[in-house]
């Protein structure tokens, strides 16, 4: 399953409805770049084999996606213990 079709799903969109696929992808690269550069590393943070990073990612997405920003504090803090704790990891700063 792609990282996109994995977001999409956590975040309730039927995998045939496409009209956010870009906008949602984009939200992807900017995490993964987002997790690179604040110390993850990189094999890690592109890759979708760790659950860890699947629900970082997700986080990202839910705390910048769409119009409504009623949890969007709540999802950049849980993005953000993630990534702290991914850069931990071997390789990691």
């Known amino acids: 399953m792609s990282t996109l079709s994995k977001v999409k799903d956590r975040l309730g969109l039927p995998s045939d409805v496409k009209i956010y696929d870009d906008e949602i992808g984009d939200l992807i690269m900017a995490a993964e770049k987002d997790m690179v550069a604040s110390g993850v590393p990189k094999a890690l ?49």
């Open 45 to 93: 943070a592109e890759g979708m084999d760790d659950e860890r990073v699947t629900l970082a990612i997700t986080s990202f997405v839910k705390a910048h996606y769409g119009d409504d920003r009623a949890n969007t504090t709540r999802y950049t803090q849980m993005y953000q213990n993630m990534v702290f704790r991914l850069c931990q990891e071997e390789g990691g700063s």
